[in-house]
């Protein structure tokens, strides 16, 4: 064995390494570094969390010193993140700590993850397509009269309604939420008993 910086490399002869297969230990932590802080600000985003909601969430797990502030440097590579810190994201995000460094886990805890991206998913889609059914039957009311026009707005309200029932049923399938999506499902249920 050589030693090649802070890497051990398994080598038979003394002949040096090719270039491109040295990673320094420095090069993997920086990258691993850069993995987390990414994930993080991506789970923060996927639930439509402020820096200042996450940071209140984390408070609330006991680490009182955690400002807004910190949170933006986090994600913005200006401050490392301490393992109590990684620990509380990871339980705040429901994944572990290994998804929040990219590694790849177990498949059992990949797919609860993935089941659970797919929930959240499915039932901000939902609400999505309640608020389009929403302003399709607003404005399909202004245009009374115009049967060509309520033809076409009832076939697309009636897609609507069908999308968000597919919907729902994969937010309710994948969740453990027995109810998801159910304001969006209150407006179709509600037309439909006009």
Known sequence: MRFAGSLVVPWASSRAAPASRLVSAS??????ENRFRERVRQERGR?????????????????????????????SGERWVRLAEANALADVFAVSVDVLLGRSTKPSNDQAYALRVLADTANRSAYQVHDIAATLAERLHDVKGHETLQADGERAWNALRDANAALTAIARLSSDDPQPATYSRALFEAEDSR
């Open 47 to 75: 639930r439509g969390w402020s820096q200042a909601e996450l940071s209140k969430l984390l408070q609330r797990r006991g680490l009182k010193y955690v400002l807004p502030t910190t949170v933006a440097k986090i994600e």
């Open 27 to 32: 090069e993997r932590l920086r990258q691993a």
